[in-house]
């Protein structure tokens, strides 16, 4: 129904910047809308670890090790979600997950609006930092 693409990741130096983007999209003629949308990385033989969040309205929440070098942002007319991160540093290395709940459309003709929320997650974006 809905699916996440993430993109943006490759390799950085340390202390470099990139930017991650997830969009969301679904097939032809669904309606959905994207609430809260989350990044989660994992590092090679590491647990899978929250970065940030971003509520539909842009409030964001960050894991404290992003704090002050990473910023979620959202364009919801585009329904894709962006991460940029700055003063990278080997340990941001990770393949980085988004995660965004979703409300979908089901059937209009009902009152009101049958709805379906789901969760989804894209397919992931390696980020690799150089020291």
């Known amino acids: 129904q809905v699916q996440l693409v993430e993109s943006g990741g490759g390799l950085v130096q340390a202390g470099g910047s990139t930017r991650l983007s997830c969009a969301a999209s679904?097939?032809?003629?669904?309606?959905?809308?994207?609430?809260?949308v989350g990044w989660y990385r994992r590092a090679p033989g590491e647990r899978l670890e929250f970065v940030a969040t971003?509520?539909?309205?842009?409030?964001?929440n960050y894991a404290d090790f992003v704090k002050g070098r990473f910023a979620i942002s959202r364009d919801n007319t585009k329904n894709t979600v962006y991460l940029q991160m700055n003063s990278l540093k080997p340990g941001d290395a990770a393949v980085y997950y988004c995660n965004a709940g979703a409300t979908v459309l089901i059937d209009p003709s009902r009152i009101p609006p049958r709805t379906r929320n789901i969760e989804v997650w894209g397919q992931g974006t390696l980020v690799t930092v150089s020291s």
């Open positions: 679904a097939a032809s003629g669904s309606s959905f809308v994207i609430n809260v």
């Open positions: 971003v509520t539909r309205d842009g409030t964001p």
